[in-house]
């Protein structure tokens, strides 16, 4: 029996995972990895050419806007009829950051936030739980942020959605004590992706940078929103994150939180060792 197989009717299957945010970064890399490791991997984009170009590269993809309730029920009912019924794991990796500090954000713009990087992975795990608690097994890893425990200035939005992400997942992993499902959070640093150009076109739809207290400041921040290749010391390539899920996939006991990239790991140290007051100190000159 393989390790990546499970048994159906007598029949050994590759285990199915299903990913969101595939069409780039993370998700794409992460995609191209599972398959390459044997497992069944589900990629799913909002977009019909991400579909598009996700399935020419070999995968079997789907439509998935996890802002709208009726893609995720389809997706998740095909992906289901495909697998007869089964689902090992859901990877939730689609997301944005919504740069702007707190008092330029308009509800509107923490509404989109939290509908993609919170409402629709909630949404998903309930689709997916029912069957995962039927035949008593199955992984929810959820792609959280250094910025899912810390804060920095000018990214209030995308922190309150993550720190609001870790919160759900603790009291997940909780109720499903003793359940055979285990709930993981991979909380990375600088990756690289298309993260930065995706928060700039945030950025300018939601704020209005000329009336802001904070005008000279976001100069600065568009530029290293628009700055080509690692904007940030220690950004490591999306490989980093692989490796850190396919623990979390494969260990009969998956750590509660992966820590990925050296600001993660240093930030998880100043938290549990510095006094809020210091540790605030040290936040205001990396996020300056």
Known sequence: MSDLATPVGGVFHARPVLVTGCSSGIGRHVVDGLRGRGYRVFATARKPESVAALAAAGHEALQLDVTDSDSIAAAVAEVLERCQGRLYA?????????????EDLKREALREQFETNLFGAHELIRRVLPVMRAQGYGRIIQNSSVLGFVALKYRGAYIASKFALEGLSDTLRL??????????LIEPGPIESRFRQNAYAAFKRHVDTESSVHRHTYAALEQRLLTEGPAVPFTLPPGAVLRTLLHALESPRPRVRYHVTFPTYLFAFLKRTLSHRLLDRVLLRVGA
């Not at 990796?93 to 740069?99: S, V, W």
């Not at 109720?175 to 993981?184: D, N, S």
């Open 90 to 102: 859901l990877f939730n990796n689609a997301g944005y950051g919504q740069p702007g500090a707190v």
């Open 175 to 184: 109720e499903l004590a003793g359940t055979g499902i285990h709930v993981a």
